[in-house]
């Protein structure tokens, strides 16, 4: 799923937080938790209900609707008015990646060789509306988001392995039918079965996404819901207007005896948008806010201040799961053949990206795969070794006679140019692209910056191969942390021909090569988790043969959690933010 990249009032080089002592693992000398303490434990834990949670984002919701959203934070702060077949334990660390059931009473029981999947769904749970929740609900909300024109921001898994209709369905916009999408069941309000059409052994997985919290048809608005949406959790949304705020308060209808996971301390939640970044890193130091709810930490400018001895023990510095990279695409020339995309391999200084993304504590770790190492299945090769010239100064000699050697290999000795694309309103992230462009300018290959919004980035231009082409728009940065916590998770939505979509994709490479989709089509359907872990990491070496993707960093950040916020705890299932289903206030 796509992380979201932080806003920035300048880039803090990695010597420069070195200076202010965050390279270490100390705990600071000031009172607190402790630096690194909610990395992998809940911190100051307590089940004291009341108070107004309070939270912030520098922009907005691609969208709150929970069937048309792909952004992490908003899966998780959905879980606050949405309950998924199943989620993520509320926990800190590795524990956070546990499967749970949630609205449904266990896992799933597969049959069929894996191609038939039935969940129970819990009695007595009801809407904010105090209508009862049932299968029915389920099965309309993965229709709407899955087979519908109109939501196009989530992903489409159920699209591309359930059993289609004949002809194919059009989804509940088009397809008035009371019978819907055969291929799932709903035999009775509490069950509902899912038929596929190969074997899915992580499908635990895949309902944990949003677009399994239940939608009642009859309260369905296509786009306007997500000004109107119903909720099947502890709070009920209020209101949300769009650029402004978001606000929730108790769900009368839930129970808590239906919901083993959920403390749900809060009164309220808050949530403002559209807020100036560096704001909320001053109000958060204040104590006047509680969580920067985008989750992937605090501003160039506000590092230093929270690595002082008084502030570094409410610090958590996680290596967050997700992968910096920018994609090459396969369709925009001369990067359609695969020599020129080895020379960008070479000629792409990362020490000089990370250095402009804050370094390595607060930027990341040099990547050389796309498989960062939190995800199972990670393997650690690299295919395009590059190595510093001595004296700091760029790469040296020999990794840029390789970038020299594949341009005449590819025609172009003497370079060629394209364009790289940012977003607008993350310098951070505009930064990065500058120092590829300077380090890709010294073997010839001149690159152009564009720049566009971060809220239509994916929808409205890299996204869209049609807008990629016309514009040729060769290199593409982004960031994606793992739908979840598998190769296939992590690879499937970025690197399967079968995601390349007329917008909103994430396959930005617009890869397709038989190899990689057999490899991913393979491992999934089998049953035996060791052999699906071995197949991830030989695919990722795949898909690094292709040159379509150059890994910059595995994301770090400075984290920081507020002394009055309860139970914090960074959960790796939703790119190693907090984990906001349980958090509470003092």
Known sequence: MRPIAVFAAGVVAAAGLAACGGGDSGSGSGSGPGYNAGVNEVVNKSDKKGGTLKLAESDDFDSPDPGNTYYAYSQNIARQYGRGLTTFKPAAGKESLEVI???????????????????????????????TVTSKDVKYAVERSNFSSELQSGPKYFKQYLVDNKPAYKGPYEDKSDEGLKSIETPDDQTIVFHLKEPFAEFDYLVAMSQTMPVPKAKDTGLKYETSIVSSGPYKVDNYTRGKSMTLSRNPHWNQSTDPIRKALPDKIEIQLKQNADDIDQRLLAGSLDMDMAGVGVQSGTQPKVLTDAQKPYVDNPVQGFLRFMSLNVHVKPLNNVHCRIAVQYATDKVAAQTAYGGPLAGGDIATTVLPPSVDGYTKFDLYPQKQAAGGNGLDEATMNKAKEE???????????????????????????????????????????????????????VGVPKYVHEHGVGMMIMAWAADWPTGYGFLAQIAHGDAIKPSGGNNLAELDDPKVNEGLDAAIANPDKAARMKAYGEVDKLIMGTATEVPLVYAKALMYRPKRVTNAGITYAYGGMYDYLNMGVE
């Open 101 to 131: 059931p949630d609205l449904a009473t266990d896992l799933g029981t597969s049959s069929d060789g894996g191609k038939t999947w039935t969940y129970k769904l819990r009695t007595g749970v009801k809407f904010d509306d105090g209508t």
């Open 407 to 461: 341009l005449k290999a590819c025609g172009q000795p003497n370079g060629f140019s394209t364009k790289i694309s940012a977003r607008s309103d993350r310098p951070k992230e505009v930064a990065m692209a500058q120092a590829i462009q300077q380090s890709l300018a010294k073997v010839g290959i001149k690159v152009d910056l564009v720049q566009f919004p971060a809220g239509d980035y994916f929808s409205k231009y």
